[in-house]
Each structure stands twice: as C-alpha cells, then as structure tokens.
C-alpha cells in the first residue's frame, strides 16, 4: 500500500483501536512498578490454596510452576544470547532502530512476551490461587496483549510493508522449530549480554519463587513447624543472591563488554 501524499510504502496492517493503544503504551511505560503492586495486592487479599485439599498434589504443582518459569526463563536467554532486540524502548516510550527478524524473532514475533507469561504462569502456579488465577494471571495477559498491539500499530507505522512481510512469514506467539537449529548455527550466542540484560529479571521471578514457597509453609504448618522448609529456602535464595551480586559486580567494573548492543 502507498502513501500518495509522501510516496512510502505503508503497512495493510489495521490500526489498533485507540483505547487499547493506551491501554499498551500506558502497560508499556509502568510495567516496572505494575508488576510488584499487583504481588503486593495479591499477598495482601489472597492466600495460598491446596489443590483439592492435598498437600503433596501441592508439592507436584510448585514444581510444575518452576519448570515452567525455567522454561520461560531458558527461552529469555536463547532469545537476548543471538538476537537482543531493542523494541524495549528509550525513556520508557515505545522505540525500534531497525526491524529485528533474525534470530528467535524468525520463528517468532514476541518470544520475550510468550516467555514472561511463562514465568508469570509458573509463578502463578506455584503459589495456587483462585483468585491469581480468576484475577491476577488474567490482567497480566491482557496488559502483555495490550502492550503487543501498541507495539504491532507502531511497527507497522514505521516499517509498512516490511513489517507486512515479516507477519506473513512469522507466527505472533507460537514458535516455529522449523529451521531453528540452522537459523541459530549461523549466529554467535553472547553470554555477556545475557548477564549484562537479564541478571536482574532472574533474581526477581526467583526471590518471588521463595518467598511464596516460603509463604505456603507458613501458611500450612505455622512459622515454627516450617522451620526446617524455611532454613532451606533462606539457603537458596542466599545462593540466587550471591549469584546477583556476582553479575552486579561483573556488569558495574565493565567485565560484561558488550560484543553488541
């Protein structure tokens, strides 16, 4: 499609309905603070469930939720270790240098979107609320949802027919494994830019994961019975914080050199 007035190819894509834009750039802009304030909240108003009054299917469902954040997580790292993308934005608005569809983003339009909702699944899971579960994990998808379609309405303004393209070719979610390995063969993995980019949204989802299995003892057993559980929590999340501090401390004397930006 072609803009007479200017002569730029623009994108066929529709517009996005300007309640939902705001609604995207507004998630966009304060997802930092949205996401701490609605733990607070649900701390708060809602406490942890048994699933059907067993303990040990309990057990079962905390590890389910951690080996499905660990895969949101390991989906995280592929993605930033070949192809980081800066539609991350500048100044907290919604930003893009360039097209970015080598990489994961080959197989996939938001891989960092469907791995977020991965933690934030495994996250919900592990703690085992209704209420998460009716509530919270809904509002998260639709702010994930919201933030995907401002970001969709300004690539195709800026990009037109390219980002057309791209869309043909690539599914917005679900990712293609076809090709995946020869795709990333071709490219060099940056562990440096992993630390450097995702050392603080590890310790985050991770500090979150022992606190609510620290809250679901409590809440079983009391404090003093939960003792023991309670020793080894505080023990891990000693281990996830060293481990913080280490990559802290690597990126601030400048040993996390960039290879790229």
């Not at 708060?44 to 309990?58: A, K, N, Q, V």
């Not at 401002?150 to 690539?155: K, V």
Request: proline letters at 4%.
């Amino acid at each position: 499609m072609s803009d007479e007035s200017t002569g730029r190819v623009t994108s066929a894509q529709p517009r996005v309905a300007a309640p939902v834009r705001w609604l995207g750039q507004f998630a966009f802009r304060f997802r930092d603070y949205l996401v701490p304030v609605a733990a607070v909240v649900t701390l708060i108003f809602t406490r942890p469930e048994r699933p059907f009054g067993s303990e040990r299917l309990d057990y079962w469902m905390d590890g389910l939720g951690l080996l499905i954040a660990l895969l949101g997580q390991t989906l995280r790292v592929t993605v930033i270790g070949y192809a980081y993308i800066k539609r991350g934005g500048v100044n907290k608005q919604l930003a893009a240098p360039k097209l970015v569809s080598e990489g994961f983003y080959a197989h996939s339009r938001n891989p960092m979107y469907v791995g977020n909702f991965l933690i934030l699944t495994g996250i919900a899971l592990i703690y085992n609320s209704r209420w998460v579960y009716l509530i919270i994990l809904p509002g998260f998808v639709l702010g994930i949802l919201a933030i995907i379609k401002a970001e969709e309405d300004f690539l195709a303004a800026k990009f037109g027919a390219e980002y057309d393209d791209y869309c043909r070719r690539v599914n917005r979610f679900l990712p293609s494994l076809r090709g995946l390995r020869t795709t990333l063969a071709g490219m060099r993995f940056d562990w440096r830019r992993v630390v450097r980019k995702e050392y603080g949204t590890t310790f985050a989802w991770t500090s979150a994961a022992v606190v609510l299995l620290a809250i679901e003892r409590i809440t079983w057993h009391g404090f003093q019975d939960a003792a023991p559980a309670l020793i080894r929590l505080v023990a891990a999340w000693g281990c996830i914080f060293a481990l913080y501090l280490f990559a802290l401390w690597l990126k601030k004397t400048h040993r996390l050199h960039p290879a790229s930006s």
